[in-house]
């Protein structure tokens, strides 16, 4: 049982991971703290429930959607609200995050109503099974997309001129525009990936735990977790974050079922402790 819950952990993980990494994508290039991502996440499983029709094609096609969806939702925030805040300090563009946040969940109950919806996970309850270790293929294809997707923005960042491109605007957006970086094209692409980054961790997730805009915004939390533990910068840092969440998530519902909200709790805890460590090294620095 033990390992079956490790299991289950990992696949959750990787969904706070890929919820995290669009949020630290997004700071890293324009020191935004984006907490429009869980609108973004909610936005694309209501669409998914609303295209998707049955069927392992169908499912890749609606995600594509949902997807596709999410990073226009992004792009869109960063041009009608965003574009406009340049400039200001990092609390006002928090705020203006929060501000999409709210409209876009007001947007959600008024287009699919206030009802919560199910997803089916992607093929199935079907696995593999190890003696009595299950693994389903929806675990599995959320671990190699996961794995896939972290690997790429890594190698993005790290290896490629795009990549320095990213770094110099995070260091001085005014330098980067004089020396030539297209810097609002690169923060409108930065915008989209990350919408569709949520898109798909929004639907992947939902089998868990059922399509609804409060569930889907709670991910926001997670994902800031894990953003916080890998301080918004170190992308190994962060996967392993939103792991370590997921599978000990997962170790307190097996321990723990008949207490209620402890994985919230533990969230908030770890979010709390990485703002007190943080704080510690800058008032001994």
Request: hydrophobic letters at 55%; one cysteine or more.
């Amino acid at each position: 049982m033990f390992l079956q819950f490790v299991i289950v952990g990992i696949g959750i993980g990787f969904i706070y991971v890929l919820f995290a990494v669009g949020m630290v994508l997004i700071y890293r290039e324009s020191r935004v703290v984006n907490f429009a991502h869980g609108g973004f996440a909610a936005a694309g499983a209501y669409f998914f429930t609303t295209v998707y029709s049955g069927g392992d094609r169908h499912y890749g096609l609606a995600l594509l959607a949902s997807m596709l969806l999410c990073a226009a939702l992004g792009w869109l925030a960063y041009r009608v609200v965003l574009q406009a805040l340049t400039g200001s300090d990092e609390l006002t563009m928090a705020m203006g995050t929060l501000g999409i946040l709210t409209c876009t969940i007001a947007g959600i109950l008024w287009v699919f109503g206030p009802t919560p919806r199910s997803v089916p996970a992607a093929f199935g309850a079907d696995g593999l099974t190890f003696g009595s270790l299950v693994v389903t293929y929806h675990s599995i294809a959320i671990m190699g997309a996961g794995t896939a997707l972290c690997a790429a923005l890594g190698y993005v960042v790290q290896r490629t001129g795009v990549g320095r491109s990213l770094r110099a605007i995070s260091e001085n957006r005014t330098t980067a525009t004089l020396i030539g970086i297209p810097v609002r094209r690169y923060d409108e692409v930065t915008w989209a990936i990350a919408g569709a980054l949520a898109g798909f961790a929004g639907v992947m997730v939902t089998p868990s735990t059922g399509v609804s805009a409060a569930a889907l915004v709670f991910l926001l939390v997670k994902g800031f977790a894990a953003a916080l533990i890998g301080r918004f910068e170190n992308l190994l840092m962060v996967v392993a974050g939103g792991l370590t969440i997921g599978v000990i998530e997962s170790l307190v519902i097996w321990k723990f079922q008949q207490v209620n909200g402890l994985r919230e709790l533990l969230a908030f805890a770890l979010i709390a402790g990485a703002l007190l460590s943080r704080e510690r090294e800058r008032v001994i620095a």
